[in-house]
């Protein structure tokens, strides 16, 4: 709410703000929003003089209207997808994450939440030759793993180590010191962050609710409040810096028995896209990476589907392979 102040624009003098305020006009709403022949009569004053004090209010403090087209040319401009680097995952999340918004992994422990995103890491550092932030909150990150699936990529010692450069690592280990994480990411750790050229395009948090749960519950608010702050500064690293942002999240089970993501109803508007990670009955010792992943969030694609894949995807040997080339192909 905008106070009306004298002086704020041509003709808004004292005399006019006192009769406004008698009329019980006190703010830009309430002049813009009020008929300006009945408020004239009201207040015993030109009705042309208050039109053009209206019309200078609302150039002042209305939004400027956008159009739906202009917008979405804007959204195809600025807009990137990331490919996963694992074509099955791709698929179901219509070719990969999005920059500008807030993916999820919800899945129970053995899901293989860290694993994908260690696997995304991987590929965007040395495929896509991007800049990644990772803040780890369980101690989960191995950069022996991270060398591992990149051997797998590359037989070049000096590859494995640029890409590993790539990947900018943070442990913090409560919500607070995660919130800080952020925080200073957004005001200047970003541009710290790229190291060899490039822009830091994804940033991955796994996981956000071992953090949050903690303080969930009870008569304090303060996790509630916590959970809220910590979604809000997601959601303006990942548009105002365009990058995908992807978190994971634990699992409950609802009262028919069926997993859902945790964090409560709250959280849920915070993805945009939501996926839904479980280790099938299909899985074998021959297949011991097989996970199963189903989408239950998103605004391009039906929910509900699913798909297959294989966690040894991203550790695979591929180098030297038809594979990796037509994988190379195929990246943006």
């Known amino acids: 709410m905008v106070l009306l102040r004298e002086g704020m624009c041509p003709g808004l003098d004292e005399d006019l703000l006192r009769r406004l305020r008698d009329a019980h006009i006190k703010t830009v709403e309430d ?19 208050l039109l053009a004090i209206r019309r200078v209010l609302l150039a002042q403090h209305a939004a400027f ?23 099955n995952l791709d698929a179901l999340l219509d070719s990969g994450v999005y920059t500008g918004e807030i993916t999820e992994l919800a899945g129970g422990s053995g899901s293989g939440k ?34 591992e699936m990149l051997q ?19 442990r913090v280990f409560d919500v607070f010191s995660l919130l800080g994480c952020l925080h200073r990411l957004r005001s200047g750790g970003l541009q710290q962050a790229c190291i060899g050229g490039g822009s830091v395009k994804a940033l991955i948090v796994d996981s956000v609710s071992a953090v949050i749960s903690p303080l969930l519950g009870g008569k304090h608010h303060e996790g509630a409040f916590m959970m809220s702050q910590v979604s809000l500064v997601l959601k303006m690293l990942a548009k105002d810096f365009n990058m995908a942002a992807l978190v994971t999240n634990h699992v409950s089970t609802s009262s ?13 508007h915070v993805p945009r896209t939501r996926v839904l990670l479980e280790r099938p009955p299909t899985a074998t010792v021959s297949r011991p990476g097989l996970r199963s992943a189903t ?34 192909h195929t990246d943006p």
Not at 31 to 49: H, N, P, R, W
Not at 78 to 87: E, R, W
Not at 315 to 321: D, F, I, N, V
């Open 31 to 49: 002049l813009v929003s009020s008929g300006t022949e009945e408020l004239a009569q009201k207040c015993s004053v030109s009705y042309t003089a």
């Open 65 to 87: 209207p956008v159009s739906g087209a202009d917008l979405y040319d804007e959204l195809l401009s600025s807009t990137a997808i990331l490919s996963t680097g694992n074509p």
């Open 114 to 147: 860290s694993q994908v995103c260690f696997g995304v890491a991987v590929h965007i550092a040395h495929h896509l030759r991007q800049n990644v932030i990772y803040v780890d909150t369980t101690g989960g990150l191995s950069a022996t793993r991270l060398l």
């Open 152 to 170: 797998s990529e590359t037989s070049s010692g000096e590859e494995q180590m640029e890409a590993l450069q790539r990947i900018r690592i943070y």
């Open 256 to 268: 028919g028995g069926e997993l859902q993501p945790g964090l409560g109803v709250p959280w849920s």
């Open 295 to 328: 989408l239950i969030k998103s605004s391009r694609r039906p929910c509900f589907i699913h798909a297959d894949f294989d966690l040894q995807w991203w550790s695979r040997s591929k180098h030297g392979t038809s594979g990796k080339r037509k994988l190379d």
